[in-house]
């Protein structure tokens, strides 16, 4: 008994096949990352079919044309089933469709506040294609905004109100990401001046700003 289907959507198993029937086409030049592919199958199961050519216009049967490494990594993984879309054309015509799958891939590109914003509301990266490093490399480059959206002017009036830091600063760890004010940046930058006149380093101001909150609510609550 396989435990393939597990990872198949219902959806998609009237459409699965036996994984050594098919072959991977005989010169795709992409080269994939197999971990990673392997690991969203492992977390996230096939969530789309891959395109297999039938063949009896090129000679060369149940030839995978788009999905060449979902096939490998779900071989790696001990699959004996995958969802299988097919087609049935000619050499031009798969050429075309392998060259252009992997075309599109390399010409798409990304909103990175918003990759950054959807990446950063996921407890756990699995089966993203994403670590913590590189989350933390796309939340470093991106760019912060100039105003802040309030949703009050503070006059009653219940109008939006924008309202223009001179100054802007963020606090980040993991994938956290929490806007701050320019007071506040101002507060981060007195604390930060002390720590590093009074230790000659800034290693361990992490720890000393926590330890600085975590003793004010600790006073908050005997007061």
Do not use: C
Not at 202 to 211: K, N, P, S, T, Y
């Amino acid at each position: 008994m396989t435990s393939t289907p597990a990872n198949i959507p219902e959806l998609l198993l009237p459409l699965a096949v036996p994984i050594g029937d098919l072959t991977p086409y005989y010169r795709n030049p992409r080269n994939g990352d197999l971990p990673a592919i392997a690991d969203s199958l492992t977390v996230n199961g096939q969530y789309r079919a891959i395109v297999v050519n039938k063949g009896n216009l090129t000679g060369r049967p149940n030839e995978i044309l788009a999905g060449n490494h979902t096939y490998a990594a779900a071989q790696q993984l001990g699959w004996e089933q995958i969802a299988v879309t097919w087609v049935d054309v000619d050499d031009s015509a798969a050429d075309r469709i392998v060259v252009v799958d992997n075309r599109t891939n390399d010409l798409a590109g990304y909103d990175s506040v918003l990759l950054a914003e959807i990446l950063s509301d996921i407890p756990d990266l699995a089966g993203t294609g994403y670590d913590r490093e590189s989350v933390d490399r796309l939340l470093d480059d991106t760019s912060l905004p100039e105003t802040l959206e309030l949703t009050s002017d503070g006059a009653g009036t219940g109008a939006a109100a924008t309202v223009d830091y001179l100054q802007w600063g963020y606090l980040q760890w993991e994938s956290k990401r929490v806007r701050i004010t320019s007071e506040e940046v101002e507060t981060l930058n007195a604390i930060y001046t002390k720590f590093v006149d009074d230790t000659n380093s800034d290693l361990g101001f992490g720890w000393h700003v926590i330890q600085h909150a975590h003793q004010e609510g600790q006073e908050g609550q005997t007061a």
